[in-house]
């Protein structure tokens, strides 16, 4: 009886660090394509190829999820809210890529 356990606990986890993967993924193409204006004009980001100087260095600010999803929401300083751009779902996975690639989400 307890193989069984044993196996569903395993696959849910590789379905869950798939969903992990996806979620980084698209939170990559919505930081450097989706979104407009592209968050890669302002920000630098290693993972993202970017080297912006507008904004702050993400990789330097290593920024927790809930303060990605702040600032993309509802902008900061120079930088434009995207909450009528961007769905609820697209501004989480920004928040999740750029948190897990810095860093800040640890």
């Known amino acids: 009886m307890r193989e069984p356990a044993v196996l569903l606990a395993l696959a849910f986890m590789g379905f869950a660090s798939l969903a992990y993967a996806d979620e980084t993924k698209r939170g990559k193409e919505i930081f450097t394509r989706v979104a407009q204006p592209s968050c890669t004009i302002c920000h630098t980001l290693a993972d993202a190829g970017s080297a912006g100087a507008i904004g702050p260095d993400l990789d330097d ?22 909450n009528e751009s961007l ?20």
């Not at 600010?61 to 995207?82: C, D, W």
Request: net charge positive; aromatic share 4%.
């Open 61 to 82: 600010l290593k920024p927790s999820r809930e303060q990605v999803i702040n600032a993309v929401t509802s902008g900061v300083g120079v930088m434009p809210a995207f």
């Open 87 to 106: 769905s609820t779902e697209q501004i989480k996975a920004v928040a999740h890529y750029v948190s897990t690639v810095t860093g800040g989400g640890k």
